[in-house]
């Protein structure tokens, strides 16, 4: 087959679902700033005009991206308990997040939302209504959840991004210089923790969610007593 044929036959089999698959392709392998619809087309073996008989432009590609990303992450279920269905909705969140480490900053700076973000609104919303919270502390709820699950994604990345040691490592390093008479709490810290029992991200991840849900609850049970 000459290079013209395969090149004919790569646009022929290019789809719009193709198209956005291989833009989240791209920005988990080289960052979102290395996106372009150049650089997709080149990932997608055709030419940048190909691309535009299936999508309108770059931004039309990110709000698909976006809502991809977000088809990931567990919904809760008609009749589910609000306080298990958030949960798994925030463990699901941080998962697809960190496959996908730029998705974060684009899920909240794009203005336009797809379909699934739409389903994923509305199946939380239903579901906190459902459970007697009031609008207000519903938008609360949810905003408060966004943000510990991003925070402490963020944080992470920082690290990774800073090509910093591993928690263990920093703190053999710190402990081996630290003057523990004037610092006995922070050398304690580290000598009776973190070198035995090392850094958890799961196990601190878990313990900062239910800290949030606990608050939850008890707003929620305020409101009924």
């Avoid at 691309?51 to 088809?71: G, Q, R």
């Avoid at 990931?72 to 463990?91: C, K, M, N, T, Y």
């Avoid at 920082?158 to 081996?176: F, G, K, M, Q």
Wanted: charged share 25%; with cysteine.
């Amino acid at each position: 087959m000459s290079d013209g044929s395969k090149r004919g036959a790569r646009r022929a089999g290019l789809t719009r679902v193709r198209i956005v698959r291989a833009a989240v392709a791209l920005a988990d392998e080289r960052g979102l700033d290395a996106l372009s619809m150049r650089a997709l087309g080149r990932a997608l073996g055709v030419e940048a005009m190909s691309l535009y008989n299936h999508v309108t432009d770059k931004d039309d590609v990110l709000d698909a991206m976006v809502d991809l990303v977000v088809a990931e992450i567990d919904v809760p279920e008609q009749g589910e308990a609000w306080r298990s269905a958030l949960r798994r909705r925030s463990i699901s969140a941080r998962s697809a997040l960190t496959r996908h480490p730029w998705a974060g900053r684009l899920i909240h700076t794009r203005s336009t939302s797809g379909p699934a973000r739409l389903r994923a609104f509305e199946a939380t919303i239903g579901c906190l209504r459902s459970a007697g919270f009031s609008h207000r502390l519903t938008v609360y709820a949810l905003s408060t959840l966004d943000a510990y699950v991003d925070g402490f994604g963020a944080q992470r990345l920082n690290v990774a991004a800073a090509d910093v040691p591993d928690d263990v490592s920093l703190a053999e390093a710190l402990a081996a210089w630290l003057p523990a008479a004037e610092f006995p709490h922070l050398s304690a810290l580290i000598h009776e923790h973190v070198l035995v029992d090392g850094y958890d991200e799961e196990a601190s991840f878990a313990f900062g969610l239910d800290l949030v849900l606990d608050g939850l609850e008890e707003r929620s049970r305020a409101r009924e007593r």
